[in-house]
């Protein structure tokens, strides 16, 4: 998997949240724990494009973490939770 690794890392700054998400869920489905770069990628992006989140992006990407047993920095969580609230409040 390193170099879907290392392509998801050098065309992170493109992806909207749905690639965000996938590929974050990608990983976990499979068991594998992507490495540092990644991980912070997938969270800077996620962070910025948190506000086009939607509920399903929102679930994949929290449940990867789970998943794979890595705890997202403070900022991401944050914004996962804002997020989630405001979703559900419509």
Not at 35 to 41: M, S
Not at 60 to 88: C, H, Q, S
């Amino acid at each position: 998997l390193g170099g879907v690794e290392r392509r998801a890392v050098d065309t992170m700054q493109g992806f909207d949240p749905q690639n965000v998400a996938n590929t974050i869920w990608a990983f976990a489905t499979l068991g594998v724990t992507p490495g540092e770069e990644l991980l912070d990628g997938v969270e800077r992006r996620a962070v910025d494009t948190m506000q086009g989140f939607n509920p399903q992006d929102v679930a994949n990407t929290i449940w990867a973490y789970a998943t794979l047993g890595v705890t997202p920095g403070k900022e991401l969580l944050g914004g996962v939770e804002r997020r989630a609230v405001d979703t559900m409040q419509g």
